[in-house]
């Protein structure tokens, strides 16, 4: 059978039609987000703040906008990346000071007892992180992290831990720094952790991330070279209250946007909203556990409890719907 | 008397000679600088360091330029400002508190007794210090700054402190960020004090100011709006050690090029000059007590002892002649 031959009208439409489309892609900072609400909320602020003229204009050096890391910009689930990196560090901090094999909890991280180690209490941890994280130099430190980074793979998605973060959220702080803003990390997080991966996954420079932050001590090696050792006394616990007071400590200004997931970024969002002009404050909510996982304030892990997400509603926060504002979550979909 | 007619060569001559010395002045980054060995240094490090090819090549993002503040870039003497800030802030806190009225060492302070002020201890000093640097807002303090600054003058030069500024100083930093680098102060003094003027007065902004500093405490207030006060507790004495320790919790990078003029930057210019490729380290000596002051290391104020001295000359650290490198020290002569 002899298929009708298209009109030269049909093929002049069908090309411009198809250019069109990819003018459009090309245009939209956003494509992994859907249309809705959330998305045009972000377009509409950068627009709005960027614009001179418009009320809500910002001048540049004022630009700030803060991200939460762990369920903000990447996957927090089953366990914070820096604390299995904390238990998987045990062995080679046991094998250094091998004293510490029959003591507890070392020798429950030893076992390899999932049940066991679950159940580790608030102490032991500490006890475990202070043990992975300092005692070394910077340097030291910053080698270690990177191999680990190198070969560890998620145990759900078997991907490295750098790949398991969320395309939509690169793409809002992409738009961002495009216009001018300057985009910080303000994260429950260790600061020196993630300073290692920050700048090549995210575009984050170290001196923009805000993390939990350990003191260091300055000295000379045996060599009479400067070092610093990363000591095992908290300065800055970045959660909560600390997301206000880190950011006062380190950036000294305001941000006029923020982006967080949990009940741990409450105050940096009313903190934000407190000044003057323009804001914009936003919650990721984890609700596709087909795509990644649903913890939101139907579930029982109570880091987005129906308290936050009724001050979201009654303070004009606007929450991100993963399964629906998101038309894919990761870069290797 | 006739005067000889000019000839036309002489007169083009005359022209060209005039424009070329306009020439120079205009591409001269550093005019208030006598040319030497301390001008040259600059310049050549700031060129080596941003050509590509040169093996001193440094990456942008690696650009980093860490400043003393106090007697490196503005006066120190008679007095820090920031000590003076504090004792004149004295009236207005017992203003507020009356009960401190006959309490030392506000007493003191109060007497206006040169002699028996400069006697004061340093748990003296301390307990002003708090009360004149902790229990308002972050904005209550940055107003109660501001408002002294725009009327304090200097006892001897008569002038606000943000005119007692280095003039060649500020020609070193628009030089640094004219060729890529971010410019930092690394400050003894409060960080939230030197931010109030940093911007305005160097070109530094909030976020580039790296001091001595105190905790914050987030709250609310009576109308339940969140604020941040300021705490009695210090989280970072940022001199000596503190200097590469404040610069790695802040900055989380190793600064290639460091500017001080006393004891209390030695640890950050031996930890500048401790990481790879091109590495500037220079110290401000103040010599010159005709234009400034002389308190060297010939003198008895001891920020410059003479172990000082012999460390630059054997670490290849440039020391700068206030005397005899600077043709001018303030933008007002």
Chains 1, 2 share one sequence.
């Not at 439409?13 to 972000?42: F, H, V």
């Not at 130099?137 to 759900?156: I, M, N």
């Not at 300073?195 to 300055?218: C, D, H, L, N």
Request: aromatic content about 10%; glycine content about 8%; proline content about 6%.
């Amino acid at each position: 059978m002899k298929r009708p031959a298209l009109s030269t009208t049909t093929l002049v439409l069908a090309a411009w039609l198809t250019l069109a489309a990819q003018a459009l892609a090309q245009t939209d900072p956003l494509p992994s987000w859907s249309e809705g609400a959330a998305k045009k909320t972000i377009i509409d602020f950068v627009q709005a703040t960027t614009t001179q003229g418009n009320p809500k204009f910002v001048a540049p050096e004022a630009r700030i906008a803060v991200f939460d890391q762990d369920g903000t910009t990447w996957v927090e689930q089953p366990i914070y990346t820096q604390v299995l990196y904390c238990l998987e560090r045990v062995p080679a901090v046991v094998k250094a000071k091998p004293e510490l094999k029959d003591v507890e909890p070392f020798k429950t991280v030893l076992s390899g007892n999932h049940e066991a180690i679950a159940k580790l209490t608030m102490p032991d941890l500490e006890k475990i992180l202070a043990a992975t994280l300092s005692g070394m130099t910077v340097e030291e430190f910053s080698s270690q992290v990177k191999g680990w980074l190198a070969t560890a793979k998620h145990p759900r998605f078997k991907r490295p831990f750098t790949e398991l973060v969320y395309q939509p959220m690169l793409e809002v702080m992409k738009l961002f720094r495009a216009n001018g803003y300057r985009t910080y990390f303000v994260t429950g997080g260790g600061q020196d952790f993630v300073r290692m991966y920050s700048e090549e996954v995210y575009g984050i420079p170290p001196e923009q991330v805000v993390g939990s932050a350990g003191a260091t001590k300055f000295g000379y090696d045996k060599a009479g070279r400067p070092m610093l050792t990363k000591e095992p006394k908290l300065l800055l616990m970045d959660d909560k209250a600390g997301k206000p007071e880190g950011i006062h400590l380190v950036i000294g200004r305001r941000p006029v946007a923020a982006f967080g997931n949990s009940i741990g970024d409450k105050q940096m969002l009313e903190y934000t909203q407190a000044g003057d002009g323009a804001r914009l404050m936003m919650l990721v909510h984890h609700d596709d556990g087909t795509r990644e996982y649903a913890y939101g304030p139907k579930s029982k892990i109570g880091t987005f409890p129906d308290a936050l997400m009724a001050q979201a509603k009654k303070q004009a926060w606007t929450v991100i719907s993963m399964k629906n504002d998101w038309k894919r979550i990761f870069a290797f979909e």
